[in-house]
């Protein structure tokens, strides 16, 4: 005997009843999980690339410092 594949969608999809209020709920939840995504890079982007952009921003001025001049406390 031959065996048969099925593809059923699980869950809901657009091929069965999905009402108005269902589709923009699920919108507005991947809106949230997008911006908690992009707000966690956001967060770690800052936290590693502060002290280099303060550096280069520094290294590119006027007067040119050198880097242990950038890097000293006084």
């Known amino acids: 005997m031959a065996s048969r ?3 059923k969608t699980k869950g809901k999809g657009k091929g069965g009843k999905v009402s108005k ?3 923009e709920k ?3 939840q ?3 999980e997008w911006s908690t995504w992009a707000m966690k890079k956001a967060k770690v982007v800052t936290h590693y690339g502060f002290i280099p952009l303060v550096i280069i ?3 590119n001025s006027e007067p040119k410092p050198h880097l242990y ?6």
């Not at 001049?69 to 006084?74: C, G, M, R, T, Y």
């Open 21 to 23: 209020g269902s589709d």
């Open 30 to 32: 991947r809106l949230k």
């Open 69 to 74: 001049q950038l890097l000293s406390p006084v």
């Open 26 to 28: 699920s919108a507005a």
């Open 5 to 7: 594949v099925s593809l």
């Open 57 to 59: 921003i520094g290294m």
